[in-house]
């Protein structure tokens, strides 16, 4: 008895394991594929793949991605503040007054927002902000990314505060805190690993994202734009052309452009790993 059961755990483990294995597969190909692909594009190129413009299509160097490496962090972290802030607020607002007929219409609102296909936001800003604006801009894609990546935001933060056992803010309270004094002193630090994990996952959505993009930016290629009413460019946006151009330069382009998205991926991963360590109030 004591021998089938055991070889009956043995199996399943087996089964278990066989079946995590399998479903990593074609991750680890996808990376390998990406891996082989752009590191030869990026040693031809050198250090000049990250600054210089992409070459005409017959050319013969393999130039660079510099005005969409610039502009994916450039809208991306002009973005983040903003979608961090209206984000931990309203996550403040629902967790720690979710009697409130507000905070009840910031939490449907929210939640709702996250089911809004990316392309509709992309198009929704297109006929808001760029055709009154009359041209494409970082603007645009800025307030784009903004609204895709808010829903995210508030459900990562809004966990992180109800993860923080009621004892903490009852021990805050008997001390005579106020509500919005025991937030700040007490929830947010002990929920800040959630917190921090949530802003790098934002973070890391944000610089992925194509279809917000697409009606916004420009797809600017000449040079980089500081303004932010000018029209930039973005890593995906610069992938998603040219893997599908019939030009092989800028299929290696495409290539190597993807390694460099896929490095910036596995830097936050890490990160998330090692930004916070322990929590201390």
Do not use: C
Request: proline share 5%; net charge positive.
């Amino acid at each position: 008895m004591y021998s089938s059961r055991r070889i009956k755990d043995r199996l399943f483990i087996a089964f278990i394991a066989s079946v995590s294995i399998l479903s990593l597969v074609p991750l680890f190909h996808i990376m390998i594929t990406i891996a082989v692909n752009g590191v030869q594009v990026i040693a031809k190129a050198g250090l000049r793949f990250f600054t210089d413009t992409p070459p005409a299509p017959l050319s013969r160097d393999v130039g660079g991605i510099a005005p969409a490496l610039f502009g994916s962090f450039y809208i991306t972290l002009v973005s983040l503040p903003i979608t961090v802030v209206l984000a931990l607020l309203a996550s403040i607002l629902s967790t720690e007054f979710p009697s409130n007929i507000i905070s009840r219409a910031v939490d449907v609102l929210s939640r709702s927002l996250a089911s809004v296909p990316t392309i509709v936001v992309s198009m929704v800003v297109y006929t808001t902000v760029v055709v009154p604006m009359r041209g494409f801009s970082a603007l645009a894609g800025v307030i784009a990314l903004s609204l895709i990546s808010l829903p995210y935001a508030y459900t990562a933060f809004s966990t992180a505060l109800r993860s923080v056992p009621q004892i903490y803010r009852e021990a805050a309270y008997s001390i005579g805190m106020d509500r919005w004094r025991t937030v700040r002193r007490v929830l947010l630090p002990v929920s800040r690993r959630i917190i921090v994990t949530g802003i790098l996952m934002v973070f890391a959505r944000a610089m992925g994202e194509t279809a917000a993009l697409l009606f916004t930016v420009g797809r600017y290629r000449m040079g980089i734009n500081i303004d932010i009413r000018a029209p930039t460019d973005a890593i995906p946006l610069l992938i998603f052309d040219f893997i599908t151009t019939p030009f092989k330069l800028y299929q290696e382009i495409a290539w190597g452009a993807a390694l460099v998205l896929l490095a910036a991926y596995l830097a936050i991963f890490v990160s998330v790993k090692v930004a916070v360590k322990e929590v201390r109030l």
